[in-house]
């Protein structure tokens, strides 16, 4: 398709959204259905390979498989500083170029401020404290999708009712799942980050996942899907992105606002994002805080709107540490793998 391309119907006048309604209490039963996504087992079948130690941390190979035999590979990595400690744990979700083994580099650095890839940040986290799952989810490049791939896929998808969006959040929450039995984590909390691509399998999955403790989409594209259909980017998002019937029934707000409050929960949506329109993120903002406020967790409730566009800044790496310090450190039990183990 060559540019300019304008559209035959009007964008604005796809209305009326909503026409079906839905108790807010049913919101995660009918976002699920429109997933088409299995139920995520509590436990996980996962496979390690190869382990290696660099510079005092632990690397890992891992792979599971979604419910549709899929292989997602995966890396644990692990700092080795005070081994007999208990640690949370985060999944790292990269964006549509990125793949686990960018995001466990060792060098922890970007091309230019303005380049949009973030190198060695799920190591990185590793440092500061955490054990982390870097994964290449379905959707990624790491995972060798193409667009012409992705594109067949969905159209046989979407015959069996099932979205592409749906398979990319249940292999994220399936990585939590495999994060939440490893030695170190204990009964220690585990939280889910992750940019572009990866911040949508974010958020979605916290709304689909009651058990999560905690997500931090950075760019991941959450506010109001219909301000991206009446005035965002023609050309920005894959058919994966909508998923379908969703304005049926409700928008980002509502989803955020019922299935995911009042856990903690930060976004960081830049004004000028490629992915979501400022207007989307507002609409959101002025849905959901006052939820948050009512439920007396206001101060769980935070997005940064910093001005830029669609790039992976130190700066939101370092919002989503500070976050995951405040919600995923706090007292959970025994300190020390001695401790878990003792008759109480």
């Not at 006052?290 to 940064?304: C, I, K, M, N, S």
Request: charged letters at 25%.
């Amino acid at each position: 398709m060559e540019k300019p391309f304008k559209t035959t119907y009007d964008r604005k006048g796809l209305r009326p959204r909503y026409p079906e309604s839905i108790p807010p209490e049913k919101i995660r039963e009918k976002l699920l259905e429109l997933f088409g996504m299995a139920d995520i087992p509590e436990q996980v079948d996962f496979t390690t390979g190869d382990s290696r130690v660099e510079d005092d941390i632990r690397l890992t190979d891992l792979s599971y498989a979604n419910s549709h035999r899929e292989t997602v590979p995966a890396i644990l990595i692990e700092p080795l500083d005070n081994p007999d400690e208990y640690l949370p744990g985060v999944v790292c979700v990269p964006g549509t170029g990125g793949s686990a083994e960018r995001m466990a580099l060792e060098r922890f650095y970007k091309d230019g401020p303005n380049e949009p890839p973030l190198y060695g940040w799920a190591r990185e986290l590793a440092r500061r404290g955490y054990v982390t799952l870097a994964i290449s989810p379905k959707g990624c490049h790491g995972r060798g999708t193409n667009e012409v791939s992705w594109y067949i896929e969905l159209k046989h998808l979407l015959a069996y009712g099932i979205s592409q969006m749906g398979l990319l959040v249940e292999e994220a929450l399936r990585g939590v799942r495999v994060l939440q039995v490893q030695e170190r984590i204990g009964h220690n909390k585990v939280g889910l980050t992750g940019m572009s691509l990866g911040g949508n399998a974010t958020w979605y999955a916290m709304a689909c996942a009651p058990w999560l403790a905690a997500g931090v989409p950075i760019c991941g594209g959450v506010g109001q899907l219909e301000s991206v259909i009446q005035g965002g980017d023609l050309y920005r998002h894959s058919a994966y992105f909508y998923v379908p019937h969703m304005l049926r029934y409700f928008d980002h707000p509502e989803i955020v606002a019922h299935c995911i409050a009042p856990r903690p929960f930060m976004m960081v949506a830049p004004t000028s994002d490629e992915d979501m329109p400022k207007s989307g993120v507002d609409a959101l903002i002025r849905t959901v805080a006052p939820v948050y406020r009512d439920a007396g967790a206001g101060d769980q409730f935070r997005v940064y709107q910093p001005d830029g566009n669609h790039v992976f800044r130190f700066e939101y790496f370092e919002w989503m540490v500070d976050w995951f310090d405040r919600f995923l450190k706090g007292e959970t039990g025994a300190n020390t793998l001695d401790d878990r183990r003792s008759p109480s």
